[in-house]
């Protein structure tokens, strides 16, 4: 299947996307700078932080001036809560103050690694789902953790490949490689992708999408840095899509210690 | 075993002896180690580190991006009361400096009229400050004045004398998500020697209230010492022991730093051991790189220009606009005493272009009300 074409469009929670690259809005130096990210990232997805936001004078936020709701789906998180009662205090404030029921999930405890709690998550999950939300939580790469999720009704799932902000790339590969296999539901790689080639790593593992935030907002061209992770999003999926040839661990070995079970003389 | 037998590990003698002996190259090691040990800490903070300055400050200005990105949150202290038990030699609101005349406790009318004035300018973010009187400004005054800064501000800390953990959960329930307490000094016999009366002179009670204050339900955390009143070299060592330390026990709070230096003291009063501006730069770098996901704040108390100079070498957090005596924003020209003189007088929207100029996006609201408003459990 052509990436480019419309057929390799995916879906979350009923509504299609043909962007595979979601974008976070946090740490960028101005919302010119924001824009320009979003705006040649070609995303449809860019997630904002309600506890940096005032929803009651949305003139006055830098970060929702930079967004267009005809282009992209505001996709509030709930970064900076620590427990699920928080998280769903915030989400329902959202609803209230005019976005979509979609929300974020992020609940993050420790403030260092800002890792998530998956027992909060879970909890979280599972009422939002009920008062109607769509919800995508943010989750460690964690397989059983993920099937939870999904059975709870979660639109996604969005394991990290490493600690947000840390550029470290696609760490928790075997355990994504797990969660992919297994998912009925798209599997987003959010966190620690630093670098396009990040991206493209995740996209071949089979991931229906990938969300990026420092690795834009620290570039110093932001809308360069924004079309280069478009691209690496897109070759990443039309690799997976292509088939790639499996990985060998071991060369042929020249002297072949079972060779004379073949030999005829 | 509580912070101040760890602390004792670390005596002075100990952390002299590194900073005589270490060398450059484990100064190039500290530069180059991915999470940085004491050790490390001791080697950016020595004299062998004074040639990596600008290696050092390359590194703090990409770590702090890395965690923080291109922001700067914005925040205003907000005086309540500048009536003082205490008898502390540095500070103009001991009870031996000034007359009657001029202390005052704001009515909550005037807190709210503080409030206003301050919410007018965009801030959403406040510190509520006393001086160390419980007999002026008792806990239940401090939680009415959370109330009120609530209804105005997304987050509410207080920069005031040291609570017990009951105190400090009455605050929370009234709003308060932020504690704010320097040690001035972690070391003992100088501390002993500028807290000559008052309750502030324990030094126990002092060194373990941000504990308390975490375990009460308090979500943000800022340590700090006087930079003057003893050896830099050594306070910050034992600061940076202290915020490790709470990372850890206090794991759900984040750890923030300020850096006050003493300068407009009352007259009779010289800073033993004045710290310069290289000095101070040398301790900020050292401090990012050993506490890469702690905010660090800087006051007006800095002159505007090297304030500016500070911004990328890990700042994260900074007040504008400030008013250091109680009433100050609603009634500018009140007589009242303030608690130091301010350096850096721009004005808010002055300071706001300076950071937006700097390639830094200015965040006024960076909390919300959501995290306070369910009443934290009392944990221990």
């Known amino acids: 299947m052509d990436t480019n074409s419309p057929m390799d469009t995916f879906t979350i929670a009923g509504r299609l996307f043909s962007s595979r690259l979601m974008i976070g809005t946090g740490k960028f130096p101005s919302a010119a700078a924001l824009r320009a990210a979003i705006e040649a990232s070609g995303s449809e997805i860019v997630t904002v932080a309600l506890r940096r936001v005032d929803l009651n004078s949305p003139e006055h936020q830098s970060i929702l001036s930079a967004i267009d709701p005809k282009k992209q789906l505001i996709l509030p998180n709930t970064s900076g809560a620590q427990t699920a009662e928080e998280a769903l205090k915030l989400a329902r404030l959202a609803r209230a103050g005019g976005l979509e029921p979609w929300i974020k999930l992020e609940l993050t405890p420790e403030p260092r690694y800002l890792l998530p709690d998956p027992i909060q998550t879970l909890r979280a999950a599972e009422q939002l789902v009920k008062e109607g939300f769509v919800v995508l939580p943010y989750i460690q790469a964690d397989p059983v953790l993920a099937k939870r999720l999904e059975e709870v009704g979660t639109a996604t799932v969005m394991p990290l490949g490493a600690p947000i902000g840390s550029n470290r790339g696609v760490q928790t590969k075997e355990m994504i490689r797990i969660i992919i296999e297994q998912a009925h539901v798209p599997v987003v790689v959010d966190a620690g992708l630093g670098a396009p080639s990040h991206a493209a790593e995740a996209m071949e593992l089979g991931a229906d999408a990938v969300l990026v935030n420092t690795a834009l907002s620290d570039a110093r061209d932001h809308g360069a840095m924004a079309k280069a992770f478009a691209l690496a999003t897109t070759a990443g999926r039309m690799a997976y899509l292509a088939g790639l040839g499996p990985q060998r661990s071991l060369a042929a070995a020249s002297s072949p210690l079972t060779g004379f079970l073949f030999n005829q003389d | ?380």
């Not at chain 2, 060398?23 to 180059?32: D, G, I, P, T």
Request: proline share 6%.
């Open chain 2, 1 to 380: 075993m509580t912070f101040e037998a760890y602390l004792n590990e670390w005596p002075e003698t100990l952390i002299q002896e590194q900073y005589t002996t270490l060398s450059e190259r484990q100064v190039e090691a500290a530069l180059s180690a991915d999470r940085r040990t004491p050790e490390n800490l001791l080697a950016l903070l020595s004299p062998a580190a004074l040639p990596f300055l600008e290696a050092m400050a390359q590194e703090a200005n990409k770590q702090t991006r890395r965690q923080f990105g291109r922001t700067v949150s914005l925040y205003a202290p907000i005086y309540l009361s500048n009536v003082c038990g205490s008898n502390c030699l540095y500070c103009s609101f001991s009870t031996v400096n000034a007359g009657k005349e001029t202390r005052t406790t704001l009515t909550p009318t005037q807190i709210e009229d503080e409030c206003r004035t301050l919410a007018k300018e965009g801030f959403s973010s406040v510190l509520l400050l006393t001086g160390d009187a419980v007999h002026a400004a008792p806990p239940e005054y401090i939680a009415q004045a959370c109330t009120i800064a609530r209804r105005w501000f997304s987050s509410v800390a207080v920069e005031v004398y040291s609570m017990t953990q009951e105190e400090y959960h009455l605050l929370c329930t009234h709003g308060l998500d932020g504690v704010t307490l320097y040690q001035e000094t972690y070391h003992k016999p100088t501390y002993l020697d500028m807290h000559r009366s008052g309750r502030k002179r324990d030094f126990s009670f002092r060194l373990e209230a941000l504990e308390r204050a975490a375990n009460a339900g308090v979500r943000r955390l800022g340590a700090g010492v006087l930079l003057g009143l003893y050896k830099w070299r050594v306070d910050a060592f034992w600061l940076a022991l202290h915020a490790r330390w709470l990372q850890t026990r206090c794991w759900n709070s984040t750890i923030a730093l300020s850096f006050p230096r003493l300068k407009h003291t009352p007259s009779a009063f010289n800073p033993p051991f004045p710290v310069s501006d290289i000095n101070m730069v040398q301790m900020i770098l050292a401090l990012r790189l050993f506490l890469p996901e702690s905010p660090f704040y800087l006051s007006t108390r800095e002159a505007p220009s090297f304030r500016d100079k500070l911004l990328p070498l890990g700042i994260t957090a900074m007040s504008a606009g400030s008013s250091t005596r109680p009433g100050g924003y609603a009634a500018p020209t009140s007589p009242t005493l303030e608690q130091f003189q301010i350096e850096d007088v721009r004005t808010v929207a002055e300071i706001k272009t300076f950071i937006e100029k700097s390639g830094y996006d200015p965040v006024w609201k960076d909390y919300d009300q959501a995290f306070t408003e369910a009443v934290p459990k009392q944990l221990q």
